[in-house]
């Protein structure tokens, strides 16, 4: 498919992002000692199905909602699935609209969407994405506004894909994590991870599948590349615990999801993370992607 792409660029990174594919980025590079390091795991130009993009956003939810919608408040919202390989919808409606471009300057750009019960969903939101290169990374934030006249809860998250093979490593400090088995719907909470799934200490990307989302993270996350002698750090500084973490087996790539609630929140005891927003009410995500380089 065609796609209008723009890009920002300096010294040392070049993004490009596509405004009418929901919002997405299509490719971070690094440029390091004249070469280029793909940071994201690049678009392939030609699909239009958002999972094939580098990054996009999740607003205004994240990730699955089950039992075919939410009750809030006495009222029950229903929420169609929106995507041909999922049982529940996923990731809010945001990532399947056009963006337009609200604002660019050196080195910077945000985008917005206004959102008005999208595939019949009960959210009018107004949204911003601004993108803004960093001496030493990017930095992304996403915000989101209620436009509804009724009170509703909102979340959000990004939903970057990094590249990885065999030397990749990562490491995030968690302490409990939903487990999942085929389907990724979660079936119970755990605080002792099983196998392969346990990233406090560091270790490689090997291992079955994992779509799962932790908890007690400290909002920080380090994948090293010794193959390229450099290193990602993700920030979420006002991080409140969720992390969720995708690890196809035997792939190219993983993601690793900041985001403000667990996977499908609505369901569960208090609804965790969710932010209740009245009519103009807003609230933000940011996230920093720090590269450095890797002497150890």
């Known amino acids: 498919m065609t796609a209008e792409l723009i890009t920002l660029e300096n010294d040392v990174q070049y993004l490009q992002l596509t405004p009418e594919m929901g919002g997405g980025v299509t490719a971070w590079n690094w440029k390091n000692d004249g070469s280029v390091a793909h940071l994201f795991r690049p678009w392939d130009g030609g699909s239009g199905d958002r999972y094939s993009l580098a990054c ?94 009724a009170t509703m809860p909102f979340g959000l998250g990004l939903h970057p894909y990094f590249v990885r093979n065999g030397q990749t490593r990562l490491m995030f400090k968690a302490s409990g994590v939903w487990l999942h088995e085929k389907d990724p719907t979660a079936i119970e909470f755990a605080t002792t991870f099983p196998p392969t799934w346990d990233y406090n200490q560091g270790g490689v990307l090997d291992g079955p599948m994992i779509d799962a989302c932790y908890t007690g993270w400290n909002g920080k996350a380090v994948i090293e590349y010794p193959d390229r002698r450099l290193s990602i750090t993700m920030v979420m500084p006002d991080c409140n615990g969720y992390v969720v973490f995708h690890r196809p087996a035997d792939s190219d790539f993983f993601s690793l999801e900041p985001v403000t609630h667990p996977s499908d929140a609505f369901h569960m005891p208090d609804q965790p993370g969710l932010v209740y927003l009245t009519h103009g009410d807003s609230f933000a995500l940011r996230t920093k992607f720090l590269v450095g380089p890797l002497t150890a």
């Not at 337009?100 to 959210?123: C, K, T």
């Not at 994405?129 to 209620?146: E, H, K, R």
């Open 56 to 149: 996009f956003p999740l607003v205004p939810w994240a990730n699955r909602i089950t039992q075919g919608g939410f009750e809030f408040e006495g009222k029950f919202h229903q929420i169609h699935t929106n995507r041909t390989e999922e049982h529940f919808p996923i990731h809010g409606s945001g990532w399947l609209q056009p963006w337009q471009v609200a604002e660019r300057g050196e080195g910077r750009i945000r985008l917005s969407l206004e959102s008005r019960s999208f595939d019949g969903n009960p959210y009018h939101y107004r949204s911003t994405q601004t993108f803004l290169l960093l001496a030493d990374g990017l930095q992304i934030d996403l915000t989101v506004t209620n436009l509804g006249t």
